[in-house]
């Protein structure tokens, strides 16, 4: 009657995993290598990039183009935390990860997630309100002080928001099956594992995800209803147009990453439900770092102009 307690503890104390990913089948395999390696290689030639353009430009060197650097970098951050694991899997025997390998993905994806997506795209509507509602203050209300203020803000809370979830992981055990039923290590799968009971963990993640993305919505929602206020008692259609057109790529990208992000973690039966939670996973670890340069970039004149004159000098 010992022996199997024995191997029990044993296999509480294992530090890997395994990934399951996507699919058994060869064929499929190449094929979503092949499609996600270049998601990868274009998500980050457009993201370093575009921080390398706004590095370069004098004229970029202003606070919303500060914010979008930032939220570029953190986008090629994201998908180098999580892809080049995955890809390593598509062809992998065992698709192990290590306990240490698992807390970094995760830790680097929350500081992603939390500290810039969140809190940047945050002060991004600020922004926008600022330079809508208050043009002539502008520079007074949103000083690059400022700016790097509220940059360096955002990491500092992304990093304590990431350490609070890994130092409460490592309470953990993990002594059923070391399965992922996932392509990368996030915290849901994991509590599933888990032989501890996860409540803590799962409060934590409700009380500090939640209240972060709510925080930074209400800042959003405010931002953009004075920004809409002001944009009907404009008289001039072109005024109108201009205004708006400043704010459709900021409103998409907020759109697209609260959305998935709700969906996955704030909602109740998340743990239960994370199977269902993959293709959403799909589309805010890879899909939206891929779209976020491109949303930024081809509908700013300003961006565009600055690559136009860049390409010139290397030719």
Not at 40 to 52: I, K, P, Q
Not at 185 to 214: A, H, R, T
């Amino acid at each position: 009657a010992e022996k199997p307690r024995m191997d029990k503890e044993n296999q509480s104390l294992a530090t890997e995993f395994i990934l399951i990913g996507f699919t058994d089948r060869p064929v499929l395999k190449s094929l979503l290598f092949s499609v996600f390696f270049a998601i990868y290689l274009v998500t980050m030639v457009g993201n370093l990039g575009l921080v390398a353009l706004i590095l370069m430009e004098r004229r970029l060197h202003t606070p919303m183009y500060i914010f979008l650097g930032n939220l570029a970098l953190m986008d090629s951050c994201c998908a180098c935390a999580i892809t080049p694991k995955m890809l390593e899997n598509f062809f992998s025997k065992d698709r192990m990860i290590s306990l240490y390998e698992c807390m970094a993905q995760f830790y680097f994806l929350c500081l992603a997630e939390t500290a810039d997506y969140c809190f940047l795209l945050a002060a991004m509507a600020y922004d926008r309100y600022v330079a809508i509602c208050s043009p002539l203050q502008y520079h007074t209300l949103m000083s690059k002080k400022l700016c790097l203020q509220m940059t360096a803000g955002a990491y500092i809370a992304g990093n304590l928001h990431s350490m609070i979830h890994i130092v409460f992981l490592f309470r953990l055990t993990f002594c059923r099956s070391h399965q992922i039923n996932h392509f990368f290590c996030d915290v849901l799968p994991l509590f599933k594992l888990s032989c501890v009971d996860p409540y803590i963990n799962e409060l934590l993640i409700f009380i500090f995800s939640g209240s972060v993305q709510v925080f930074s919505i209400i800042i959003v929602i405010i931002s953009y209803l004075c920004i809409l206020f002001m944009i009907f008692k404009m008289k001039s259609k072109e005024g109108r147009g201009k205004a708006l057109s400043t704010c459709a790529s900021h409103f998409l990208s907020v759109s697209m990453f609260y959305g998935s992000l709700l969906f996955v973690y704030v909602r109740p039966n998340s743990v239960k439900e994370e199977d269902k939670d993959i293709p959403v996973a799909i589309f805010y670890t890879l899909v939206i770092p891929l779209l976020n340069p491109f949303i930024y970039s081809l509908r700013n004149k300003e961006v565009i102009n600055a690559m136009k004159r860049n390409i010139k000098k290397i030719l």
